[in-house]
C-alpha cells in the first residue's frame, strides 16, 4: 500500500513513555478498531456536548453503516493511531467534492491525551487530503467541547470561514486549511 507510510516513536520522556504509531487505517484489517473508536466518539461527543450527533447531523447514519466506503480511497482516508499496539485515535478524511476534503471523527481515548498524537494524526490527515487531490480542507469544530483540537487546527494554519454545511449547533464554528505549494512552510519555519 503506497499510503502505508508512518511515524513511529519511542517517546523517551516521563510523558511520553509508551511506542506509538500514526498510520493509515487497512480495510478490513483496521475495521473494528476504526469502528470502536467512531462509536466512542459519538458516545463521547454526546456526554461533552449533550447534543446528539445523529439528530444533527442525519448523515452520520449512512456513514457508520458504510464506513468503509466513507473513509476509504477515492471517498477517503481514516487516519488511526495505536499505542503500545492498541487502537488509540482517529481522524478520518472523506472527499465532499473535487478539490475539497473534509476532516471528520477526530478522537483520541482520554488515555492517549498528552502525547502529541493529536497533532501527529493531524499531519498525516493533511498529508493524505493532498495525496486525495484536496486543493482545501474544511473541518467543523466546537472551541469549548474540543479545545486542544481547536488548538492545533490554529497553529496548522487552518481558520475560521463561513458554515459549509446545514448544521446548526451553537458554539460550532467552520475551518479551512487552504493547500498551497508552500503552505506547509509557513508551519514548520517557526519551530
Not at 446528539?52 to 457508520?64: C, I
Amino acid at each position: 500500500m503506497t499510503t502505508a507510510e508512518q511515524i513511529v516513536s519511542a517517546e523517551a520522556s516521563r510523558q511520553q513513555p509508551s511506542a506509538s504509531i500514526v498510520s493509515v487505517a487497512s480495510w478490513p484489517a483496521d475495521s473494528v478498531d476504526v469502528r470502536s473508536l467512531v462509536n466512542e466518539y459519538v458516545e463521547w461527543l454526546t456526554a461533552a456536548s449533550g447534543v446528539d450527533p445523529a439528530v444533527v447531523q442525519p448523515s452520520l447514519v449512512a456513514e457508520l453503516e458504510a464506513i468503509e466506503q466513507w473513509y476509504a480511497p477515492p471517498n477517503g482516508r481514516m487516519v488511526l493511531a495505536r499505542v503500545d499496539g492498541a487502537a488509540a485515535g482517529i481522524v478520518g478524511i472523506h472527499v465532499l467534492e473535487r478539490g475539497v476534503a473534509e476532516l471528520k471523527r477526530v478522537y483520541l481515548r482520554p488515555d492517549a491525551r498528552g502525547q502529541d498524537l493529536g497533532r501527529r494524526m493531524t499531519e498525516v490527515a493533511i498529508r493524505e487530503s493532498r495525496r486525495l487531490g484536496a486543493k482545501r480542507i474544511v473541518l467543523e469544530t466546537s472551541p469549548r467541547v474540543m479545545p486542544a483540537a481547536h488548538r492545533i487546527y490554529l497553529e496548522r494554519g487552518f481558520r475560521e470561514i463561513s458554515r459549509y454545511s446545514d448544521m446548526e449547533v451553537d458554539g460550532v464554528i467552520a475551518m479551512e486549511l487552504r493547500l498551497g505549494l508552500f503552505s506547509g512552510l509557513r508551519h514548520h519555519r517557526g519551530r
